[in-house]
Every structure is written in C-alpha cells, then in structure tokens.
C-alpha cells in the first residue's frame, strides 16, 4: 500500500523536474540567442562606424593638403614684391587663399550608438574612448574652420573691388575665376591686407596642425575596430 503511494510521487516529482528543466533551458537558449543577436548587431555597428571614420578621414586630408597649399599661397603674396607678382601668380595665390571649407565629418553611426545606448555594449573600452575621443574634437574642428573662414571672407571683401570676375561660361576649376587689376595689385601691398593675409594664414596653420591631430586619433580608432572584427 505504502509502496504504491510513494511511485506516483516519485512519477509526478520526475515529471515536474523535467518541466522545469525544459523552461530553464529553454530560457538559456533564449539568453544564448539574444546574446548572438546583440554581439552580431555590435558587429556591424563597428563595421558602420569604420566606413564612418574612414570617409571622416580621407576628408581632413583633403583639406589638409588643400591648407597647406594656403600657407604656401600666403608665403608668395606677403614675400614678393608687387613687381615681382607675375600676371597670374598673385590670382592663382589668392584663390588658394580662398579655398577654405567646413570639414564634413560622418557621425551617423555614432550618434545612433550613443542615442540607443548601445555604446556602452562595445566591450572594448579601447575603442569606445578612442571613437568618443574622435568625436568629442568635432566643434573645435568646426570652430577653427569658421575662425579661418571669416578671416578669409574678410580678405575677400578688402580686395573685391579689384577683382574682375571672368564670365561664367568661361570657368575653369583649376584656374582661378578672377583677375586682378593694377589697382589689385597695389592693394596687396598695403600693411592691413597683408596683416589679413598673416592673420588667415596663422589660423589656416593652426587649423592644419589640429586636423593632423585628430587624423592621426582616428587613424587609430580605425586600428582598434579592425583589430576587434578580425
């Protein structure tokens, strides 16, 4: 009698047992897959956010080389004299010097992982404060950019009344789109415009010296994602 009462017991326990193993499993499984899913989402986030700083790159030395020759525009207008500015020379020079423009930086990808918070689920701290280091350098970039730019604008408007403009269907990217008349060239030789010419020419210094920094920081932003996906 006894015996009979324990094995339903035994049997019901058994069961039990195994139901809940099954949930729990089936829980672990779920954890495991969730687990994949999110490793596999940062994935290629980090491959988005590579294409991001590589586009990112390749424009600031763009503009770095397009600064560099601004400097060397500026070194030719303030070391010559006016007679020896050869016709053309002091157009091509000022229109390096006017070749200025903001730096487009491509932040699409992390701003989603920082608006989602999936930023904080890069498990390599490296990368994460090496990214956000990059970043963080943007409104500076963008500052020193505006400050270069408005000394440039405010060069452009000493001189305009010296440049004759060439007609449009005339234009030529690799020329300039000006020339300068004899009264232009006198202009340069004044103390306030090449005080302008110096003082554009400093901030362009400055602004190519910072974007060698940063490139050189994403540079390393790149190493560090490319090291984790492979």
């Not at 103390?191 to 910072?210: F, H, N, P």
């Amino acid at each position: 009698m006894t015996d009979s009462k324990i094995i339903p017991w035994k049997r019901i326990f058994i069961e039990a047992a195994a139901v809940v193993a099954s949930i729990l499993l089936a829980f672990a499984i779920d954890a495991w897959w969730q687990e994949s899913q999110k490793q596999e989402d940062i994935h290629l986030s980090l491959e988005r956010l590579s294409d991001n700083l590589k586009t990112t790159l390749l424009d600031l030395q763009t503009d770095v080389g397009m600064l560099e020759q601004s400097w060397v525009a500026a070194q030719i207008l303030i070391n010559s004299k006016q007679s020896e500015l050869a016709r053309g020379s002091a157009e091509t020079a000022l229109a390096e010097l006017f070749d200025t423009r903001i730096p487009i930086v491509e932040s699409a990808e992390y701003k989603s992982l920082t608006s989602t918070g999936m930023l904080r689920d890069i498990s390599n701290a490296n990368i994460v404060a090496s990214v956000t280091s990059v970043y963080e350098q943007v409104p500076y970039l963008q500052s020193l950019s505006s400050s270069s730019g408005g000394a440039v604008r405010d060069l452009r408007e000493m001189v305009a009344t010296s440049l004759v403009y060439q007609e449009l269907g005339g234009f030529e990217s690799i020329q300039p789109v000006f020339t300068l008349s004899d009264e232009g060239r006198e202009l340069l030789m004044r103390t306030d415009i090449r005080a302008k010419i110096v003082e554009a020419a400093w901030l362009m210094s400055l602004q190519a010296s910072y974007y060698r920094h940063t490139i050189s920081n994403i540079e390393d932003a790149i190493e560090l994602i490319e090291g984790e996906l492979h």
